[in-house]
């Protein structure tokens, strides 16, 4: 296949019509401005400015569009749809990322719970968003994940870059993708890990190696390297086998998925071309003297934080049964060298995680809440095993509310973000459970509030769409 791939092509002319395409399609993203707006990852037409709206239960909604209002009434049980216009915004559009929050949200708990210079924790901080919002607001920040991947992506997204360096090593890049042929990838530069040729099509790994090669060499630091290799990142599910809208990175034979030569290239450059200008804005703002962290080795449950030294907490916690993160960004952590083999032990720290033994799911577990417990035991009657995930997820989330009510300071707040799902059929109300848990733990519930979510950009099985998140506002 390799040797085939090194022959077929006349590939400067098929790389410079390639890029030329490209060329054109980003230069009319970037100028399209049609009014729609972006909802919680998809692209919907706002038809009137009428701000009330009701839900299929004829609830009623306010409808906010962009930023929130900071002193916005949020009495308990009220219920919003919060239409985001920042998804793609400054480095927060750089990479997908499954349950990420819209900028607007984390920007105005931050704004609304904590102060400048204040020190603001994301203890479950996935691709960084809280980090991202408390820098630009001027907050020190420390974002805790147990995922190398997610780490990885924070960190890019909270480092501003020179914009010349950008430029000039994009442009190198583009060239140097323009100078691409078969030939110029040796075999050591392919990564090895499980099933590569299943997932990728042996002219695509050629591609891929040569990107990530070309990355490699840029005579540039560390930080410009780790930026583009972030875009790399971001195309790689795009041109492998797998199914590009699944948390689950799964190869659906009934989807005929196309992926044809150049496409690596292509989408690469793409990326860049739409990615730095989001860089070059940000970093131009980005406040000066404002510490983010992002810690190796620390888990959500253990934070090596010293007590009463956090002035806020916000995070949106994964959920149970919900998303595997390790797997679905295992072929973007092989690629860019944060993983080689097994997934295991990795999804084994993750809270929710499926990967448990018969030993600890033979028996009944309680977490002490009678309306959780309820339902666990009706789960456990259909699929111990699911009921000792769902029992699991309830301990661990105790833990890491033990813990952050550990780091918090006396009054600060910590704003919890999550859903429910359906496990077994059983509905599975997630934020009623973490409330009474942080109810128990010293908490006092100040308020809680619904954000509706229009459709989840990822796709899941139906019967676990996630349609609100709850927000949770607690007070140490
Ligand atoms: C819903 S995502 C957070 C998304 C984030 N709000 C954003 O905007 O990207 C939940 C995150 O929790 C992380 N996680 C799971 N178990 C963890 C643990 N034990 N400690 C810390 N992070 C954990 C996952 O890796 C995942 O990135």
Known sequence: ??????????????????????????????????????????????????????????EEITRIKGDIPIDLDISKGS?????????????????????????????????????????????????????????????????????????????????????????????????????????????????????????FKGGITLELAYLIKSIEALDCNQEIRNFYKVCFSSIIRSVSNADDNCTRTVIRERLNKQVNPCDALKKFAEAILINVPRMIEFSNIVPKKIKVIIPNDMDARNMNLKTGTVDLAVTSPPYVNAVDYPRTHQLESYWLGLANGSLAQLKKEHIGTESVS?????????????????????????????????????????????????????????????GNNRIRNHLFENWKYIKSLAEIIGFKVETYFASEIIRHFIKVPREERINTDWVLVLRK
């Open 1 to 58: 296949m390799q040797t085939l791939q090194k022959k077929s092509f006349k590939w400067n002319q098929f790389c410079l019509a390639a890029l030329t395409e490209i060329k054109n399609k980003v230069t009319k993203k970037l100028n399209k401005s049609n009014g729609n707006s972006i909802i919680n990852g998809f692209q919907i037409k706002i038809f009137n400015d009428d701000n009330k709206v009701t839900n299929s239960f004829d």
């Open 79 to 199: 219920r919003f749809l919060f239409i985001s216009f920042d998804q793609s915004k400054f480095s927060n559009g750089i990479h997908k990322y499954p349950a990420k929050f819209f900028p607007e949200l984390p920007r105005w708990v931050i704004k609304r719970f904590s102060k400048e210079q204040d020190l603001v924790l994301d203890p479950f901080t996935g691709s960084g968003t809280t980090n991202v919002e408390a820098l630009l607001l001027k907050r020190h920040s420390t974002g805790i994940d147990v995922d190398p991947f997610a780490r990885f992506l924070t960190k890019v997204k909270v480092t501003p870059l020179d914009s010349a360096e950008l430029i000039f090593f994009q442009k190198k890049l583009l060239k140097l993708a323009l100078d691409y042929h078969p030939s110029k990838v040796k075999d050591k530069d392919i990564p090895k890990f499980p099933y590569m040729e299943q997932w």
């Open 358 to 418: 018969v030993r600890e799911y033979c028996k009944l577990h309680k977490i002490g809440i009678d309306e959780a417990d309820a339902v666990i035991k009706l789960i456990f009657l259909q699929d111990p095993r699911r009921a000792y995930i769902a029992y699991k997820y309830l301990y661990d989330m105790k833990q890491n509310l033990i813990e952050t009510y550990r780091v918090l300071k006396k009054g600060g707040n910590y704003i919890i973000v999550v």
